[in-house]
């Protein structure tokens, strides 16, 4: 199964999703700028992905560094932590792989001895934050294969399955968040019919989603946005899985533009509908959904992106937010790697 990022032979690769489903091409991303542009431009996207490419990048951006001292590298590190941050707002696994990254460098000045050994010191330095980083792309593999064992405990053979942008192995380490389910039912001979949202204005679920699933030999419909109410009212759709940008402390869960309609749709015709969100996704720090800031995006996008010349008016005034929030009241449950978890969200993301 391909994966979106990789470190191999001391080279930090990162899968062009904007390429997709075209040509599959990695690029190497060398220095903090790269690493800046790649989540930026969306080459590499989907919540936890983004926070393992942020870990290798901060790695890769520091490894040359050459300093005098633990203070002096504690210093480029955190302005190139704090850089990379500024990349993306709305996906908190950006900001806790980063934080996580920092944690285990400050973790590290205690059990130095300086002094004459201080390049040996260096070095150690530098081994321990690329162990963190694929710690953190080990892990994020290990959590998206238990909640694909845990959401796949919602679901019946034979269900239709609608989704929405992409929550698959490109979005993650490996495997997907909601769309980790689907790939262990294939494998145990589940007859899952998905549906995929194309997912305006960026087609992750029609460039991303209908790519990833076909790959591996599931059964997907693509679908335009405005169409999940239609595949609903016949009867369709069983169940609907999504994946998750950050969920606030009461578990209202920001994801990929349209994920609340489609939430709120599903509501009305009695539609489980699942967000599977591994727990580097939980912001408890973030009381509601209101308070996530959500990323808003160009307008091209919207008016010219994809069409072989420009679908609208030029210069005409477009709102483009990239995200919106489900009110955790139309999230029938939470699926985490650690498990399902049911309302009261408040207390029981606590609990977890
Ligand atoms: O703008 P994107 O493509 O980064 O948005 C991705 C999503 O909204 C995904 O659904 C989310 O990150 C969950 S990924 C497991």
């Excluded at 950006?94 to 920092?102: G, S």
């Excluded at 679920?205 to 076909?214: D, H, K, M, P």
């Excluded at 578990?251 to 533009?257: E, F, L, P, S």
Aim: charged letters at 25%.
């Amino acid at each position: 199964m391909i994966v979106p990022v990789k470190y191999e032979r001391d080279r930090l690769l990162i899968l062009d999703q904007t390429l997709l489903p075209g040509e599959e091409r990695y690029i190497e991303a060398r220095t903090k700028e790269d690493v800046w542009e790649a989540i930026k431009k969306l080459r590499v996207r989907g919540a936890p992905a983004i926070g393992v490419a942020a870990a290798y990048g901060l790695y890769v951006a520091v490894r040359d560094l050459k300093v005098e001292s633990f203070a002096d590298f504690a210093v480029r590190f955190h302005s190139i932590k704090e850089y990379i941050a500024t990349s993306r707002p709305t996906a908190v696994n950006l900001f806790w792989a980063l934080e996580r990254m920092e944690r285990r460098l400050l973790a590290m000045e205690d059990g130095l001895c300086f002094g004459p050994s201080w390049k040996q010191e260096l070095e150690y330095i530098k081994e321990e934050l690329l162990k963190e980083a694929e710690a953190i792309r080990r892990e994020d593999e290990e959590a998206c294969l238990s909640m694909g064992r845990h959401g796949l405990s919602l679901l019946k053979k034979d269900m239709g399955i609608l989704t929405h942008c992409n929550a698959g192995t490109l979005a993650t380490a490996k495997y997907g968040t909601c769309l980790a389910p689907i790939y262990l039912g294939q494998e145990q001979g589940y007859d899952f019919k998905v549906f995929a949202d194309e997912t305006r204005p960026l087609l992750q679920g029609a460039r991303l989603t209908a790519w990833e699933l076909s790959q591996e030999g599931v059964d997907v419909t693509l679908i335009c946005d405005n169409m999940a109410a239609t595949v609903m009212k016949q009867g369709k759709i069983d169940a609907v899985v999504v994946g998750c940008d950050r969920m606030a402390a009461n578990g209202d869960g920001a994801n990929k533009i349209g994920t609340s309609g489609v939430a709120i749709l599903a509501k009305e015709f009695g539609i489980p509908f699942y967000m599977f969100v591994p727990t580097s996704t939980i912001d408890l720090d973030t009381p509601t959904g209101s308070e996530i800031q959500i990323e808003e995006r160009q307008g091209e996008e919207i008016r010219e992106m994809w069409y072989q010349k420009p679908m609208a008016p030029a210069g005409v005034k477009t709102y483009n937010p990239a995200f919106d929030v489900t009110d955790h009241k139309h999230i029938t449950a939470v699926v985490t790697e650690k498990g399902i978890i049911y309302p009261p969200y408040e207390e029981n993301l606590r609990k977890l």
